[in-house]
């Protein structure tokens, strides 16, 4: 896991970071010496983590924004540069989680669904990459084990990790023979707020949600944190197109 001095003089881009994991994943790399560029789309969770962060005595650069307009991806990346002059990781947590039947899936839950979970981690990811590889940077990407096994009520979502994590894959491909590091971590079900979402899904079939319950519990957002951020130092120089699954077991079988 990342040391104090594993992120020094390092600058890092987090994203969904008013929140939940992303917060969680902030602070770690604050502890670990980073500067901070901080997005989400809600503002005042962003200045509280940026009012953490500033305890911890790192730097925090604040970005409101909502990733669905994906427009608003390669000027997040260019903010973050200017801020601090250059870029060691980019850390990919937003995500949006709209459990619904998917006969009843309106066009815009699917748009923005696809646009935050998928799009814009690739666009943030293309605008990175030219800073990332002059700094041998590293990019994480949050996806889930919704990847790795059919989880009812979420068929687009499933598809967007799904995604996120193959996306993974073939970057660590395209730049095998460069100086940047693609890798992703799979969290299974953790007590944020996004993990509520289940309980306002209408009529769902009991016996379906069971197959997605947690039978070893929930994971720890700040276990999940520490691999993030530890991905993102050159402590993994070892870790390459991996997806490190942090599931409690749920999708041993
Ligand atoms: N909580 C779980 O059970 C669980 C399980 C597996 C994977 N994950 C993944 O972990 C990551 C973090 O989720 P979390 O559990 O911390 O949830 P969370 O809801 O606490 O955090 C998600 C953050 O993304 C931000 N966000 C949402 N839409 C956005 C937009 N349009 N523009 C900018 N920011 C936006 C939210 O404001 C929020 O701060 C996500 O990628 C999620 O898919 C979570």
Do not use: W
Not at 112 to 138: D, Q, S, Y
Not at 210 to 233: H, Y
């Amino acid at each position: 896991m990342p040391t104090p001095s594993d992120m020094h003089d390092k600058v890092a881009l987090v994203t969904g970071a008013a929140a939940g994991l992303g917060r969680a994943t902030a602070l770690e790399l604050a502890r670990a010496g980073a500067s901070l560029s901080l997005l989400d789309i809600n503002a005042q969770g962003l200045e509280e983590t940026a009012a953490m962060v500033r305890e911890l005595g790192a730097r925090a650069q604040v970005q409101a924004i909502d990733l669905s307009e994906t427009a608003q991806c390669a000027p997040a990346v260019a903010a973050a540069v200017e801020a601090y002059g250059r870029l060691d990781a980019l850390c990919n947590v937003a995500a949006v989680f709209i459990p619904r039947h998917s006969a009843a899936m309106t066009d815009d839950e699917l748009d923005t669904t696809l646009a935050v979970n998928l799009a814009a981690p690739f666009k943030l990811i293309r605008a990175a990459i030219p800073h990332l590889l002059e700094t041998h940077g590293a990019v994480v990407n949050v996806t889930s084990c919704a990847a790795f096994m059919g989880q009812a009520y979420l068929a687009a979502y499933s598809a967007t990790k799904a995604g996120l994590t193959h996306m993974t894959k073939s970057l660590a491909m395209e730049y095998m023979h460069q100086p940047i590091r693609f890798n992703a971590v799979a969290p299974g079900g953790m007590m944020t707020a996004l993990a509520m979402g289940l309980t306002k899904l209408e009529d769902p079939d009991p016996s379906l949600l069971g197959r997605i319950a947690p039978l070893r519990g929930l994971v720890e957002v700040e276990d999940v944190a520490q691999m993030v951020a530890f991905l993102a130092t050159d402590a993994a120089r070892g870790y390459h197109g991996a997806c490190i699954n942090i599931d409690n077991g749920i999708t041993a079988g």
